[in-house]
């Protein structure tokens, strides 16, 4: 697939770079209108353009891949969407609900295929979680817990991920929302959130620490936070009446069977990036369906706003069925 990046800053570039050994998807054009992105297209060999409108009308280009700031992608997605192109959209796909079904809407209506960019869930070790579970080797499944922290807001110093709008609920939206995706894909939609923001200081970088407690439709319990500004740290840990499976990093598992001990499992290292634009280009070409599902999208979205709410009011808030 021949494939626009739109929106080169970091993640933008780091698509970009994973793409370089793959045979599915080649980047031929940039679209970033910032001063900035012309050095970052040079380094990187691209065209660039500053309007989505000069990759849209290219019939050479079947598909795009956005990672732009999270308000700009109902209008880039629908956009896209209608002109026939495929689209491969960076998380979150929207700050609500209501903008996620009409991206949805709009690439069904045109026949194009919407992928979400979750890469963690092509971590060998969270697939090897999944596979862990769905083969019922915990027995019932009781509690979960995740954490994902990291220190990119030491490097921010300004811009719009540090914006309160575009990135609201402190770390949340920029780390705390894979671990969501993690929870939800596990173990189902939530039904019920308990969240709190502990905020250190307002200067740049930002420091805070977010967590909630989440009561699943199924009946199940779930833990979550993140700390911004800390070393890196990811953890999901699934607990069942027959044993608990942790996941340490990108390809550590470590099972705890009852009456067993533990069992530390080292998964082979892949490209988590590249593979998950590969399934994209997979999709959109008719093969296997892209694995994040955009009912598991509603889902994790609905939950994203339901905490969010919890943030604001200080307590606990209910989803809609």
């Not at 250190?200 to 993140?226: H, K, N």
């Not at 996941?247 to 080292?266: D, Y």
């Not at 694995?291 to 509603?298: F, K, N, S, T």
Request: hydrophobic share 45%.
């Amino acid at each position: 697939m021949d494939a626009a990046i739109v929106g080169l800053g970091r993640w933008g570039r780091r698509l970009v770079e994973s793409s370089v050994q793959s045979r599915h998807i080649r980047f031929v054009r940039a679209v970033d209108p910032a001063p900035e992105a012309r050095a970052n297209a040079q380094a990187l060999d691209l065209p660039l353009c500053s309007s989505i409108d000069d990759v849209l009308s290219d019939t050479g280009i079947s598909g795009v891949v956005i990672a732009t700031p999270h308000s700009l992608h109902r209008v880039q997605v629908i956009a896209a969407a209608r002109a026939g192109k495929h689209v491969f959209c960076e998380k979150p796909l929207a700050l609500n609900v209501a903008d996620a079904s009409a991206m949805l809407d709009a690439c069904r209506r045109a026949g194009v295929r919407l992928a979400v960019g979750h890469n963690r869930r092509f971590w060998p070790a969270m697939k090897a979680l999944k596979e862990t579970v769905t083969a019922g080797r915990l027995g019932r499944l009781l509690h979960i817990e995740g954490h994902n922290s990291n220190e990119n807001s030491n490097r921010v110093t300004g811009g719009w991920r540090a914006s309160a709008d575009e990135s609201p609920g402190g770390g949340f939206t920029g780390a705390g929302l894979h671990v969501l995706d993690a929870l939800i894909h596990l173990f189902g939609p939530a039904r019920r959130v308990y969240a709190q923001l502990r905020a250190y200081r307002e200067e740049l970088p930002p420091l805070d620490a977010m967590s909630a407690v989440y009561e699943f439709a199924s009946g199940m319990s779930g833990l979550l936070a993140t700390v911004r500004a800390t070393p890196f740290y990811w953890r999901v840990q699934v607990f069942g009446s027959l044993g608990s499976a942790e996941v340490l990093g990108e390809t550590e598992l470590i099972l705890r069977l009852s009456g067993q001990e533990a069992q530390t499992i080292a998964c082979e290292s892949t490209d988590s990036v590249r593979e998950e634009l590969e399934a994209f280009v997979q999709a959109a070409e008719g093969g296997a369906e892209y694995p994040v599902r955009h009912g598991e999208v509603l889902a994790t979205l609905a939950a994203f706003e339901a905490t969010l709410a919890s943030l604001r009011t200080g307590q606990p808030v209910a989803l809609q069925p």
